[in-house]
């Protein structure tokens, strides 16, 4: 029963997709609502994304000092680890989970609310196609402005690590920039982008999809929220898995 209503799920969601990306009736309107969901999805998460990664980065430097004690492990190891970890996992996949909960809520919310009080169908009813014209401008958006994010959170994160260095006494500082600089390999810059693309895709259409097809009250917008992100979360973990093999063999 379960992997049948998987499936079903599944069904309508592509249905659902290819709905979306069709051809926009008014191109001028498209523009726009794309242009406000960049700043409500994309801008409005530039905050948060950098408090995050300052800590995050820092927490990394300093749990690698303290685990790194051999002589025989050189002394820029630290910032070299710090950098790949940054580079490879947290500004795509652990952040991309993160924003899953906030931007995926939003979204799920949204559209639920909308769907519950009956803009929805009064979109429909006036004959326009509410999915594209709702939906697709959130999928661009957060698409094309996640690897904004990305880049963003792979700065910071690494700033955060050289603020470690620069106050304490834990690494010096020509060390820990040594180490950021050791054994760059340019492809994990490019290879956390083409996964945030994936997830930020993956984010928008999902959560859009659970707020869509809300059905009853306030009650349901929540769980749709909540059914939303988890969903998010679990296919962000599951396609890692799948780009990791594909794109670092």
Partial sequence: MLIVNS??????????????????????????????????????????VLVISIFIGAVIAIQMQLNISSP??????????????????????????????????????????????????ALEIMGVNS?????????????????????????????????????????????YVYGLQALFTEWYVWYGLIKSLVFAFIIASVSSFYGYYVKGGALDVGKASTDGVVSSSILILLFDVLLTKLLLQ
């Fill in 131 to 175: 999915t594209n014209f709702l939906v697709l401008p959130k999928i661009i958006a957060l698409v094309c402005f996640m690897p904004i994010l990305v880049v963003l959170c792979m700065g910071t994160s690494l700033l955060g690590g050289f603020l470690v260095a620069v106050f304490t006494d834990i690494i010096t500082v020509s060390r």
């Fill in 7 to 48: 499936l079903a799920t599944f069904g309508r969601y592509c249905l659902f997709i290819k709905r979306a990306f069709t051809l926009p009736d008014r191109w001028g309107v498209s523009a726009r609502r794309t242009i406000d969901e960049v700043m409500k999805l994309g801008v409005a998460s530039i905050p948060l």
């Fill in 72 to 121: 025989l492990i050189p002394a820029y190891s630290v910032g070299l680890a710090t950098r790949d970890i940054v580079l490879l996992e947290f500004s795509n996949s652990i952040l991309c989970l993160i924003l899953a909960g906030k931007v995926g809520s939003n979204i799920a919310s949204e559209i639920g609310t909308m769907r519950v009080t009956e803009q929805i169908d």
